[in-house]
């Protein structure tokens, strides 16, 4: 079964809105998650790390005023997508590793699929 | 800097026959992970298969097997007997252990399609 959860799987809405998505771990408690960008036959683009009571790290070129990052207990990591444009839709989706030795995978949600009208 | 390289931007394997799926890899580390992933068209990643930098042995997870040549940095990914239902993307990644963030690092992606 799942061992992340990420929700919503998808999200329609108009120019101007807020989106959050929520990524819990569901089996253990991760001090860090992934947030990640696709675009259409893409690979993964890493925005930011989720680190658990403190700030998210970004990557470079990642606004962070645009993308923000709440990573408030050791289950849960949330984004926010402010005042979403229609080149904010894209394919996000959220990751975390399991603490237990360097050969876990980071475990991925079902990611969302974000379309902004 | 870590690199990944999937030169395949896609691939064609007829049911039932072995694919190899190419990875290559550049890293200063001396101490990282290879994992390969699988991404059907609805979007999950789903974990395939692992290879550590130190492991001496080939891993293997069922139908899936890695070719690691560490002297040639490369991470082949092996499905053996293609099933339609393997059609999918396919990604090669990386994480240093010297990484504390354990970020992976991943290619660009190989689309495989499985011919009835």
């Known amino acids: 079964g799942a061992v992340v959860s990420q929700h919503p799987s998808w999200v329609i809405c108009k120019s101007g809105t807020s989106v959050k998505i929520e990524c819990r771990s569901l089996?253990?408690?991760?001090?860090?998650m992934f947030w990640y960008r696709q675009f259409p036959k893409q690979s993964l683009m890493l925005m930011a790390t989720?680190?658990?009571?403190?700030?998210?790290?970004?990557e470079q070129g990642v606004e962070k005023d645009k993308f923000l990052i709440n990573h408030a207990s050791l289950t849960l990591s949330t984004l926010t997508v402010t005042s979403a444009h229609p080149e904010d839709s894209s394919f996000y989706i959220c990751s975390a590793k399991s603490p237990q030795g360097n050969n876990q995978p980071q475990h991925f949600g079902d990611g969302t699929r974000l379309s902004i009208l | 800097a870590q690199k990944i390289t999937q030169t395949q931007p896609g691939m064609f394997v007829q049911e039932k026959e072995a694919v190899t799926l190419d990875c290559t890899y550049d890293?200063?580390?001396?101490?990282?992970?290879l994992f390969w992933y699988k991404q059907p068209s609805s979007g999950e990643m789903i974990f395939l298969i692992y290879q550590g930098s130190y492991d001496e042995q080939n891993a293997t997870e069922g139908r899936y097997s890695l070719n690691f040549q560490k002297a040639r940095k490369s991470a082949n990914l092996v499905i053996s007997a293609s099933q339609l239902g393997d059609s999918a993307m396919y990604f090669c990644?990386?994480?240093?252990?010297?990484?504390?963030?354990?970020?992976?690092?991943f290619g660009g992606g190989t689309r495989l399609m499985v011919k009835p």
């Open positions: 990644a990386m994480r240093s252990f010297n990484n504390a963030g354990n970020m992976l690092t």
């Open positions: 989720s680190n658990e009571g403190s700030k998210a790290t970004y």
């Open positions: 890293t200063s580390d001396q101490s990282y992970g």
């Open positions: 089996d253990f408690q991760a001090t860090t």
